[in-house]
């Protein structure tokens, strides 16, 4: 009888595989759920962490906020045709080291052009007791901004420091409302430009999407921003969205608004009021001191600005 070798056991080998690809599925789906318990407890670190300095940032406001309404405010009316510097201002200032402006003399002065003003009621710069007790809190705070849900210290340093850091110098994500480094406060400012964060939580600026509506904006136009030398008044006139990379779009260059030229001021303005989300009455010239508050949108070069003027002498 012819010799047939047996067949090899088939079943044996095909145990064999499933158990490797079982033990294969196994291991993946554990390392998943380490993956997945790694990223819950990263995720609550962050959530507590968050929380943690968003805790710690109110508080600062809170601190902040005692230290500001417990010292006399001195009231100074703002004044609509502030007398023009003849002179350089004072040596002593209590400003980081500012430069010194010594405009032309007003018979030699070039009438398209702004020229610097002291301001109406301060001209030797003196600081309100206000500030002089904020800033031996936080030695970088130089203005105060009311408007709805913001009652916050006004800080500059450069125009990065207070992105992760409070008002007073600690480092915080919620970061602080900030004054653009560019601008210099020996002289009455044409234009103020504050930055802040647009926070989730409403904290800064996370407010300021609202004055898209028009109830909100009708509702808030006035803004209260204090400086150390001047209290101020302003009325919320353009909300604009912009980007800030030339070129695109929606670019507009808020800078373009700390020219001394008249008629490239003028212009700026024209066009943030083409742009805003709500139409305004309010009349705004070259020679008005603007107010903008710039917080970020979705993309990374997107803003949102709210622009507002300071209220003219009877203006309510």
Known sequence: MPYYPERPDQTGKEN?????????????????????????VYGAVRLIGYRSELDASR?????????????VTETVPPSVSPAVITQAPPAEVTQP?????TPLPEK?????????????NNPELK???RFKALRKKGKYIVGWIQLDGVDEAVARSDNTFFLNHDATGKKNSNGAIFLDEGV??????????????????????????KYKESSYFYKNRIITFDTMYED???EVFAVAEINTVPGTAFWYDVYALMTDNR??????????????????????????QLLLLVTCLDGDAERLVVAARRLREGET
């Not at 508080?59 to 010292?71: A, D, K, V, Y």
């Not at 210099?184 to 999407?209: C, D, E, Q, V, W």
């Not at 303005?269 to 070259?286: G, H, K, M, N, P």
Request: charged share 25%; aromatic share 6%.
């Open 16 to 40: 064999q595989q499933k158990r490797r690809t079982e033990k294969r599925k196994m291991i993946l789906r554990l390392s998943l759920a380490a993956v997945s318990c790694a990223l819950i």
């Open 59 to 71: 508080q600062t406001s809170r601190e902040l906020q005692q230290i500001n309404s417990q010292q």
């Open 97 to 101: 080291s500012p430069a010194e402006v």
């Open 108 to 120: 030699e002065a070039d009438s398209t052009k702004l020229l610097p003003v002291q301001y109406p």
């Open 127 to 129: 600081m309100s007791d």
């Open 184 to 209: 210099t406060l020996t002289t009455r400012p044409y234009t103020l430009i504050l930055y802040g964060h647009n926070m989730k939580s409403g904290n800064m600026f996370g407010r300021l999407k």
């Open 232 to 234: 101020g008044k302003y």
């Open 263 to 288: 008629v490239d001021r003028e212009d700026a303005i024209r066009t943030l009021e083409q742009r805003s989300f709500v139409r305004s009455t309010v009349d705004v010239q070259a020679d008005d």
